[in-house]
């Protein structure tokens, strides 16, 4: 069981400046991996450049992509990407990938949206591109993150990741494309065991998304606002051993992260840009444990 480690999501900052006192806070706050989301939208910067700065102005934190939506990408020119970043984030760049899964940044895109089988699939066959482009360009190939929660993503984690990424969301059944809801702590038992069959072995790392943090001494109400705003079909108890959220006292919450590193593995918590001050007495406490 790995040491305690901890990214932040950053999504998007107003300019150089704004982005600079980001990624210099993140590091003041003890984070270990500053990364970047690859959606479309206003506001959002495309990872590759807005990780290359933030390795530029910090010296201690790894950067990465949480996750790069590879269906975007055309393979040549998204290997070129990567490797350039490698390059000028002087080897601290994690390279995270995902087969994608918003339908209307596809639509945005002016590109199709295909079954996620064949997204799965063209995931997969980015991996042996990727390596064959590293290996032209004599640059050791960065560690692989993949991250999802389907079958067809966890079983390629399984065989192919350094780390693997647990979101904890799964399409709403009967809902349109992109509308998600949370798996409770049974079935994220269940996602974590299947991917486990599927490993031969393999111990990668395992890197939990959490989805909101709420330092309060109240859990439970906290919970229940969560349940006022996104009704997803658990209750107030589900909510507060979801693995995903995160409510309760500094103290508590450490607990919290401890019984899931012994339960599912996730020794490796990313948080969103929003709560990063907020989980950063989290961080102090369970830092180097």
Known sequence: MGKFKFGVNLWG??????????CLRVEALGYDVISVPDHLGPGRNAPFPALTMAAAVTRRPRVGTL?????????ALFAREVATTVKMTGDRLDLGLGSGHMKSEFDDAGLPWIPAGERIEYLAKSLDH????FSDE??????????????GVLSLAARKADITGFSGLRQAPGKPPGTFQLDDAERMDER????RSHANGRNPEL???????????????AAESWLAEAPDGLDVDQLLETPQLLFGTVDEIVRQLHERRERYGFSYVTVFQPMLETFAP??????GQ
Not at 192 to 195: D, G, K, M, R
């Open 207 to 221: 890197n939990l998304l959490v989805q909101r943090v709420v330092v309060t001494d109240d859990r439970r109400a």
């Open 192 to 195: 974590v065991a299947f991917f």
């Open 282 to 287: 989290i961080v102090k406490e369970l830092s």
């Open 13 to 22: 900052a107003e300019n150089r400046e704004d982005w600079v006192a980001k």
């Open 67 to 75: 996750v790069s939506n590879v269906p975007f990408y055309n393979f």
């Open 130 to 133: 990727l390596r064959e482009h």
């Open 138 to 151: 004599g640059i050791t190939p960065p560690p692989l993150l993949l991250a999802g929660n389907s079958d």
